[in-house]
């Protein structure tokens, strides 16, 4: 099976399912964003293996499932769990390394408090519809503005990437916030719509060239191959966990 037919297959089958989870809410989608950030902070701490830095594995993610609990109660004191790969890396034997911790404390911050913010904001369904909608416009019309139009490289991390389709992945973002605006979903008045669609654009793509700047540091293609034809969860999540902590900073400051 060719690799285009497999992500089309993972897309049907998985896509509906993605967003049927984020329809029930809830439990529902507590169990899903525990599910992508455990996996993805493995992906992510197994990477950096390759550049000699061996993070404690499951230490890291029982903590990280910690954190995201307790910041989901609002115990804010969940935070300080986050002294406990420092501490925990005084007492190895093997492997010891002061950039295990470190990498292990970013990977919580990187992940797991995106999806914290996630889930607040899921109370309001659609407003996750929207910034998945919203993201995925942003990468599929950036791919086709590149390929169509294409002439200037946007940056060295990603060479495919071109200035031409990133401004195309910017506008259509815009586009699907005010598609929602206009068919009468009522989260945000114009400008708020507008402005989100744009925050969205910027940092969606700028999730996506910082994942491609971890993968070529640590010398991978994907973060992993546990979908078929997409690579790793970090792949397909690196530009919500960067693009839902703006939004929940913009709609907690000014709304």
């Known amino acids: 099976m060719s690799n285009n037919m497999k ?8 896509i509906p399912l993605f967003l049927f989870l984020i329809y029930m809410g ?12 455990t996996i993805c902070i493995w992906e992510f701490l197994k990477m950096f293996e390759n550049r000699e830095i061996k993070s404690l594995k ?25 002294l406990l790969p420092v501490i925990f890396e005084s007492f190895r034997e093997k492997n010891r390394n002061p950039l295990n911790p470190i990498v292990s404390v970013f990977s919580i911050i990187y992940i797991t408090i995106p999806l914290v913010f996630l889930n607040e ?3 309001n369904y659609l407003m996750v519809f929207d910034i998945f909608v919203m993201i995925w416009a ?12 294409g002439k200037h490289k946007l940056t060295s991390i990603s060479p495919k990437k071109t200035i031409e389709g990133s401004l195309t992945g910017l506008a259509f973002t815009v586009i699907a916030s005010l ?6 979903s009522n989260l945000f008045n114009l400008i708020d719509t507008i402005l989100i669609g744009l925050i969205t654009g ?7 060239n910082f994942e491609s700047l971890l993968k070529r540091y640590t010398d991978v293609k994907d973060s992993s191959n546990i979908i078929p034809g997409h690579g790793g969860l970090l792949d397909r999540f690196d ?3 960067f693009v839902v902590p703006i939004i929940y900073t913009y709609l907690n400051i000014f709304k």
Not at 26 to 34: I, P
Not at 61 to 81: D, P, R, T
């Open 7 to 14: 992500r089309i297959l993972v897309g049907i089958i998985g």
């Open 26 to 37: 809830g439990y529902y989608f507590y169990g899903l964003s525990l599910v992508i950030q």
């Open 58 to 82: 499951i230490l890291t993610i029982i903590i990280s499932i910690a954190v995201f609990i307790l910041l989901e109660q609002k115990f804010f004191f969940g935070m300080a769990l986050l």
């Open 121 to 123: 904001m899921e109370k």
């Open 138 to 149: 942003c990468d599929t019309f950036a791919y086709f503005g590149g390929k169509l139009y």
């Open 179 to 184: 598609g929602f605006y206009y068919a009468g």
């Open 202 to 208: 910027v940092f969606s793509q700028i999730g996506d």
């Open 239 to 241: 530009s919500l966990i």
